[in-house]
């Protein structure tokens, strides 16, 4: 159970909310407040679920390449489990 959970969390543009999201970063659930990366995350930013990653938002990247190797577990996705 020591698994550590991730969010999806937005950063927006100078235009906020209604302006759109700018990037998506990943923060840890026991820090939703700061990408991976370091950004600081507005506390009403929207939030996905961590699958979204990868579905064509345009995420950070920094955060991207830290969260992939927190989860190596992804990478193997597609090996055909049973």
């Known amino acids: 159970m020591g698994d550590m959970a991730h969010l999806l969390r937005a950063e927006y543009g100078p235009g906020g909310p209604a302006g759109g999201v700018a990037r998506w970063h990943v923060v840890r659930d026991t820090d939703p407040s700061h990408g991976m ?3 600081e995350i ?5 939030s996905k679920p961590e699958e979204a990653w990868g579905t064509g ?11 992939l190797h927190e989860v190596p577990f ?3 996705d597609h090996a055909g489990r049973t």
């Open 74 to 76: 992804l990478r193997n």
């Open 42 to 46: 507005a506390s009403d930013a929207e």
């Open 37 to 39: 990366c370091g950004a």
């Open 57 to 67: 938002l345009h995420g950070c990247q920094q955060c991207g390449s830290l969260y």
